[in-house]
Structures are given as structure tokens and as C-alpha cells.
């Protein structure tokens, strides 16, 4: 089940991820936001996972999609959390 506070959750934590991410010019701050991501990710609610990414396993784990990914998951899930 999808609760109102697993959404709010994973929109704040990526959020605040992807503004430092998208402006991050140091390639070390953008691989340690891609582990943080990575690491939530296993941990996160499974169900809001699978509707994130659409049954893409590598969605938030992969270098060459990442910032395409969270920008995505930031647009999803603020508009997740309106909805609720």
C-alpha cells in the first residue's frame, strides 16, 4: 500500500537531492547523491517504487540515466502528493 507519507517522504528526500545534484559542478558530491539514492531506493516502499519506475529495474541506479531519472521521480511524486 502506497501511504500519503511514503510519498511526501521519498518527494522530500529526492527533492532535496536533485536541487544540490543539478547544480553540483564537484563529480564526487554527484556520486555520493547517487549512492544516497540508490541506498533509499532498496529501502523505500516497494509498491511506490515499481509505479516510479515502471518496471524499470536500473531506475535511480544507473550513472548514465540518474539525473534524467530523479528529475522524473521529483515531477511523479509532486504531483503524487497533490493528488493524495
Known amino acids: 500500500m502506497i501511504t500519503k507519507d511514503?510519498?511526501?517522504t521519498a518527494y522530500c528526500f529526492f527533492?532535496?537531492?536533485w536541487q544540490v545534484y543539478?547544480?553540483?559542478t564537484m563529480e564526487w558530491q554527484k556520486e555520493d547523491i547517487e549512492y544516497a539514492i540508490s541506498s533509499y531506493v532498496e529501502r523505500m516502499n516497494q509498491e511506490l517504487?515499481?509505479?516510479l519506475s515502471k518496471g524499470?529495474?536500473?531506475y535511480l541506479q544507473q550513472?548514465?540515466?540518474?539525473?534524467f531519472d530523479l528529475a522524473d521521480a521529483?515531477?511523479?511524486l509532486d504531483k503524487m502528493k497533490n493528488d493524495k
Open 6 to 8: 511514503s510519498i511526501e
Open 15 to 17: 527533492h532535496q537531492k
Open 22 to 24: 543539478r547544480n553540483s
Open 49 to 51: 517504487y515499481a509505479l
Open 56 to 58: 524499470r529495474e536500473e
Open 63 to 67: 550513472s548514465e540515466t540518474f539525473a
Open 74 to 76: 521529483v515531477d511523479k
